[in-house]
T-cell receptor, first 113, second 117 residues
Framework: KQEVTQIPAALSVPEGENLVLNCSFTDSAIYNLQWFRQDPGKGLTSLLLIQSSQREQTSGRLNASLDKSSGRSTLYIAASQPGDSATYLCAVRGRGSQGNLIFGKGTKLSVKP | NAGVMQNPRHLVRRRGQEARLRCSPMKGHSHVYWYRQLPEEGLKFMVYLQKENIIDESGMPKERFSAEFPKEGPSILRIQQVVRGDSAAYFC???????????????FGPGTRLTVT
């Protein structure tokens, strides 16, 4: 059974720092991995999608990597800003599934001005 | 192109009442997923539907919960005889399935926050 873990559960950094969020999954048989952002009381905003054949994806200050064999992904945020404060969720779509995503519990990021 | 729409955004029901949650997928998307986020928990998959078909309902509670996606109109998640433990945020996602379904992103709606009093 696929399980997704995100470490740390919470992170507080000063503005301007570069930071890394971690995601691990137990079954490497995945179609893809998706990183989301969730603001309090809001829905999910998709940040990056990495297909199983890819090693990384970049969008602006965000870079996500995928090491399928070791069951790990990282989300790198460069030059963090207070507006980056949110909960970041990692989700995988397993090859044994009909298409549903399996989510980690998220990392709550706080960027202090 | 409007995103995934859900309504209502907030719903309050008393124990024993019925809750109906609606989801309109993005234009051109014919596949809908429902997820539930309990307080202090991660999002959990509930059900995956295509037009007029339930593809996977492995995450749905066995009783009181049902879902449909008719040929016309939005997808509906229905909870009968709600209990306090049903209080949660319910999210709908849609994706465009062309070819290999699992390769595509899911786009999420803003959610419906259900409170059972």
């Amino acid at each position: 059974k696929q399980e997704v873990t995100q470490i740390p559960a919470a992170l507080s950094v000063p503005e301007g720092e570069n930071l890394v969020l971690n995601c691990s999954f137990t079954d490497s048989a995945i179609y893809n991995l998706q990183w989301f952002r969730q603001d309090p009381g809001k829905g999910l905003t998709s940040l990056l999608l990495i297909q199983s054949s890819q090693r990384e994806q970049t969008s602006g200050r965000l870079n996500a990597s995928l090491d399928k064999s070791s069951g790990r992904s990282t989300l790198y945020i460069a030059a963090s800003q207070p507006g980056d404060s949110a909960t970041y969720l990692c989700a995988v779509r397993g090859r044994g599934s009909q298409g549903n995503l399996i989510f980690g519990k998220g990392t709550k990021l706080s960027v202090k001005p | 192109n409007a995103g995934v729409m859900q309504n209502p955004r907030h719903l309050v029901r008393r124990r024993g009442q019925e809750a109906r949650l609606r989801c309109s997928p993005m234009k051109g998307h014919s596949h809908v997923y429902w997820y539930r986020q309990l307080p202090e928990e991660g999002l959990k998959f509930m059900v995956y539907l295509q037009k007029e078909n339930i593809i996977d309902e492995s995450g749905m509670p066995k009783e009181r919960f049902s879902a449909e996606f008719p040929k016309e109109g939005p997808s509906i998640l229905r909870i009968q005889q709600v209990v306090r433990g049903d209080s949660a945020a319910y999210f709908c996602a849609s994706s465009p399935i062309v070819g290999q379904a699992q390769a595509y992103e899911q786009y999420f709606g803003p959610g419906t926050r259900l409170t059972v009093t």
